[in-house]
């Protein structure tokens, strides 16, 4: 029996790899993605990626997640985390799962990066473990549906 799982990225997740690499690190989403997939496919997990610098289609995907039959979300909003309502609104709004993703650890950063009105309304929140944060909060889920 195959899960799936939706990996969403909020905005300039693309820029990852390029972007202040001493911060994100040199891996890109791409990178990302194919570790993932890897992982999926060894536990039958079906994995579809979004990424998005604009706060509606992120909304909208959300939404599309509740009907589509995904299990849980892992998410990084990017800079969204700190002041998007909407989102959190977006999220607290389904019933699938979703757990926060950081690359950097938003509470060491400045002090504007360091709340998460996300947060809330997540599973939880992996902060600080560069990409494999995402491995982790893959693992996580597989962890989840093992206890089922």
């Known amino acids: 029996m195959s899960v799936k799982l939706l990996i969403m990225n909020g905005p300039n997740l693309n820029r990852i790899g390029k972007r202040e690499p001493d911060i994100y690190g040199h891996e890109t989403l791409e990178d990302v993605a194919e570790n993932l997939t890897r992982i999926a496919e060894e536990n039958h997990v079906t994995l579809d990626f979004f990424q998005s610098n604009t ?30 309502i909407a989102l959190r609104d977006a999220i607290a709004s389904i019933e699938v799962g979703v757990i926060e993703v950081h690359i950097s650890n938003i509470h060491k950063r400045e002090s504007f990066r360091q709340k998460s009105v996300i947060a809330p309304v997540c599973i939880g929140q992996l902060t600080g473990f560069g990409t494999d944060g995402y491995t982790l909060a893959l693992q996580a889920f597989l962890l989840r549906r093992k206890g089922d």
């Open 55 to 84: 706060e509606g289609f992120l909304i909208d995907r959300i939404h599309e997640a509740a009907d589509d039959g995904t299990e849980g979300i892992i998410f990084n909003p990017g800079a969204f985390t700190h002041y998007s």
